[in-house]
């Protein structure tokens, strides 16, 4: 059976399903940053496999697959470095100790 | 795409890429979680092989499995506390009810839609030089521009870039 636009379209959507859950149920930050990569990763596969079954010849899809990673790996950078930030001020990364600005 | 090894490859790329993800979420060690997220950027890195996408893929491996992957491993480095086990909070049942709703919904649309397909057996082969002509816009022989491309996105990225860095220094510096 040959592989269509919906088998990656579903790896993509359970791929970002599984992101979601540890990114919402997780209680280390750094774990939940990790989540957030993989939702973007997820997106990305969607963004190639539409660029391969729909536009094979623009690569369109490719360009902006190419402009999540920018920005994904600039939000893993400044994310990475507040949580460093946090962890110096307050010893721990348990988001749920850092309620500061929780009313 | 209708040869056999592609069906396989990406069956075996699924099992690993989401295998890999599951345990990101499941494993208690953070350091783990770290490691089995490097493997699914790699079965990510082949699955757009798989498509055809090879320049993606090598940004892929650069990128996440080089660059971030290191990130991670310093982050969980440097915090390494008492609570360092990776814990669920009181919101895991809902979360997965919430996600579950998704995927379900997200699988239903993908499935019942009828895409546009367009699928042709041999896409483009230099991908880096399409890629590159995108980006930065294409001209023709003479030297006049068939297209201006994605140029002004590409050069926000770049300033973003360079503030994600700048920031991230800033931040993370001591005092």
Redesign the interface.
């Known amino acids: 059976m040959a592989i269509g636009l919906d088998h990656f379209l579903v790896l993509s959507a359970a791929m970002f399903s599984i992101g979601l859950v540890g990114a919402l149920s997780k209680r280390n930050a750094v774990v939940i940053l990790m989540c957030i990569e993989i939702m973007l990763n997820a997106v990305n596969v969607a963004m190639v496999a539409f660029s391969r079954y729909v536009t094979p010849v623009a690569l369109t899809g490719q360009v902006f697959a190419i402009f999540i990673m920018t920005v994904a790996a600039a939000e893993a950078a400044v994310g990475l470095a507040l949580i460093i930030a946090v962890y110096r001020q307050r010893q721990t990364v348990d988001v749920q100790q850092i309620d500061l600005m929780k009313w | ?2 040869n056999a090894g ?2 396989i490859a ?1 069956y075996v790329l ?1 099992v690993v ?2 295998g890999s ?2 345990s ?2 499941t494993v208690r060690n ?1 350091f783990h ?2 490691l089995y ?1 490097v493997l ?2 790699i079965g ?1 890195a082949g ?2 092989i ?4 090879d ?2 893929a090598a ?2 491996i650069l ?2 499995a080089g ?2 992957a290191i ?2 491993v ?3 480095m ?2 390494h ?1 008492p ?7 009181r ?2 049942a ?3 009810f ?3 709703l ?2 379900a919904t ?2 239903m649309v ?2 019942n839609t009828t ?6 057996d041999a ?2 082969t230099d ?1 880096p030089t ?2 590159a002509e ?2 930065l816009g294409s001209r023709n022989a003479a030297g006049e521009l068939l297209s201006s491309g ?1 140029v002004l ?1 590409f050069e926000v ?1 770049s300033v ?2 360079l ?3 700048v ?3 800033v ?2 510096r ?1 005092d």
């Open positions: 795409m209708s592609v069906t990406f699924a890429v989401l993800t599951i990101v979420v953070v979680a770290a997220l699914s950027f990510v699955l757009y798989t498509l055809s996408a320049f993606v940004v892929q990128i996440y660059a971030v990130l991670f310093f982050a969980v440097l915090t506390g609570e360092q086990a990776s814990q669920n909070n919101l895991r809902p979360a997965f919430v996600a579950a998704l995927f997200l699988a993908m499935v895409w546009s397909v367009n699928m042709i896409p483009v991908t399409k890629i995108l980006l994605f996105p990225a973003l870039l503030a994600a860095m920031g991230a220094i931040v993370a001591e």
